[in-house]
């Protein structure tokens, strides 16, 4: 599906509890899209074995790593 054809945003095509992974052309991971209101705790174990497999994040890890985030700075 291609925005520029169907004038669609992300979020227009996403309902309000999707979960979105964002890929750059080079196929780096960009981002996660979480839905409003969702614990950021609770992942999709999809998303958890692929954000594993293909992009080596550690969920686990990044959690514990949260913890040593100084205030006021956010994780991405």
């Known amino acids: 599906m291609n925005d520029k ?8 095509q ?3 509890e999707d979960w979105a992974l964002i890929i750059g052309k ?3 991971l960009k981002g ?3 839905p409003a209101g969702v614990d950021e705790d609770f992942v999709p174990e999809s ?6 497999q293909y992009f080596g994040v550690d969920f ?3 959690i514990e790593d ?4 100084p205030p ?3 994780v991405h």
Not at 5 to 12: A, V
Request: no cysteine; aromatic share 6%.
């Open 72 to 74: 006021g700075k956010t």
């Open 60 to 62: 686990e890890e990044e």
């Open 14 to 16: 996403l309902d309000e």
């Open 26 to 28: 080079n196929g780096n």
């Open 32 to 34: 996660i899209f979480i």
């Open 47 to 52: 998303i958890v074995a692929i954000m594993a």
């Open 5 to 12: 054809e169907n004038d669609l945003t992300l979020e227009d």
């Open 66 to 69: 949260a913890f040593d985030v």
